[in-house]
């Protein structure tokens, strides 16, 4: 899990530099393109003598109208280019939080929204099946003291979960020719005794009643061999022990799957 945090920040470090390159000198590219351009209304409008063959071809060849008209919708898009590039920057270092190694104060929001943000194409509707319907309902929860980057761990584990048994189910679905809209809830509450508590659930295909008391074990897994290592609910697990929590599931084949984190406000983090 460290490694991933380091791998995913180096990623974040190295895009980041180039990003802000770009970010810098589009600004100047497009303020030097409005003015060549004005310059050349100046020149056609003082200077509207018939030109030289060379220049009526170039004129021809080139379409000046129809580059005065798509120009600045190129400048436009990869400037949205650039600024999707950055966000995405952003929440990679936000899901890492390399730089913190110790227990940090957090808006476990940002973590949750940071980790949905890289997920996003897996939510995406694609040629093979619909749009997966994310439904959030976030309390108001004050800031919590964790270690960030585990906790955002535990978060992409959960929503990956969800998002395969979701993609299980809509294939059965299209098998059976049902009708079926898939969803992901993610709902935050904060609890008496100063607890957080954070559902993530799916209406997937659920989970068979003799594999839940396994599901945390080590290496077990209930997906198709080839689509998971059975140790992120595994790993999962210990972090939220860590941080003196309860990580819980409720389940129910055909229905879909609930995990349910629950953690203190103040941890006192286990070694």
């Given at each position: 899990?460290?490694?991933?945090?380091?791998?995913?920040?180096?990623?974040?470090?190295?895009?980041?530099?180039?990003?802000?390159?770009?970010?810098?000198?589009?600004?100047?590219?497009n303020e030097y393109s409005k003015n060549l351009l004005s310059l050349i209304e100046k020149y056609q409008q003082y200077y509207n003598l018939k030109p030289n063959p060379e220049i009526e071809d170039l004129l021809e060849k080139f379409d000046l109208d129809f580059i005065k008209q798509d120009l600045p919708k190129v400048m436009s898009s990869m400037k949205f280019g650039?600024?999707?590039?950055?966000?995405?920057?952003?929440?990679?270092?936000?899901?890492?939080?390399?730089?913190?190694?110790?227990?940090?104060?957090?808006?476990i929001h940002q973590g949750l929204?940071?980790?949905?943000?890289?997920?996003?194409?897996?939510?995406?509707?694609?040629?093979?099946?619909?749009?997966?319907?994310?439904?959030?309902?976030?309390?108001?929860?004050?800031p919590i003291r964790c270690y960030a980057s585990q906790l955002n761990q535990v978060f992409m584990n959960l929503l990956v979960n969800a998002i395969d048994a979701v993609e299980q189910k809509i294939e059965r679905a299209k098998q059976a020719s049902e009708n079926f809209l898939p969803q992901i809830q993610i709902r935050t509450e904060l609890r008496e005794g100063e607890k957080v508590a954070i559902y993530i659930a799916d209406n997937g295909v659920g989970i068979p009643e003799t594999f839940k008391p396994r599901i945390f074990d080590p290496f077990f897994t209930t997906k198709p061999v080839g689509k998971g290592t059975g140790l992120g609910l595994a790993i999962s697990h210990q972090i939220i022990e860590k941080h003196q929590g309860e990580l819980r599931c409720i389940s129910t084949v055909g229905q879909g799957t609930e995990f349910i984190i629950e953690i203190p406000l103040k941890i006192g983090i286990r070694g």
């Open positions: 899990m460290s490694s991933l945090g380091q791998l995913v920040a180096g990623i974040a470090h190295e895009i980041n530099n180039p990003v802000n390159f770009l970010c810098g000198n589009l600004n100047y590219v650039i600024e999707r590039i950055h966000d995405i920057v952003v929440s990679l270092r936000t899901f890492s939080r390399l730089d913190e190694a110790i227990i940090k104060t957090v808006n929204d940071s980790t949905l943000f890289i997920l996003q194409h897996r939510l995406q509707q694609t040629s093979q099946r619909k749009e997966i319907q994310l439904i959030k309902i976030y309390d108001r929860l004050p």
